[in-house]
């Protein structure tokens, strides 16, 4: 099943970490850039961080030097590390990947930061 799901969302503080993992299938995993986004609350989904099944990566200006993408090859997993989180990090984490041509989204996961 070609699929993608996230977890490790939840509430933190301002100023807190947190780790989020994106598991694909197989397929996406081996052949496809994988991309988180965030969708904040009443707004459009955004892209935040890419990895290259090279292992490069890029994150966008407004998380850069807090957030940091990576991949685990025998897990099939790639991971956002989330530090010194702000209130307007709060939403829906995706992660997007594609499989022959499809794009495929996993189901989100909340992330809340707040006191």
């Known amino acids: 099943q070609v699929q993608l799901v996230e977890s490790g969302g939840g509430l933190v503080q301002p100023g807190g970490s947190l780790r989020l993992s994106c598991t694909a299938s197989?397929?996406?995993?081996?052949?496809?850039?994988i991309r988180w986004y965030h969708q904040a609350p009443g707004k459009q989904r955004e892209w935040i961080a890419w990895?290259?099944?090279?292992?490069?990566?890029n994150v966008v200006d407004s998380v850069k030097g807090r957030f940091t993408i990576s991949r685990d090859s025998a897990k099939n997993t790639v991971f956002l590390q989330m530090d010194s989180l702000k209130s307007e990090d709060t939403g829906i984490y995706y992660c997007?990947?594609?499989?022959?041509?499809?794009?495929?989204w996993g189901q989100g996961t909340q992330v809340t930061v707040s006191s």
């Open positions: 997007n990947g594609y499989y022959q041509g499809v794009s495929y």
């Open positions: 197989q397929g996406i995993f081996r052949d496809s850039t």
């Open positions: 990895i290259q099944t090279s292992g490069n990566t």
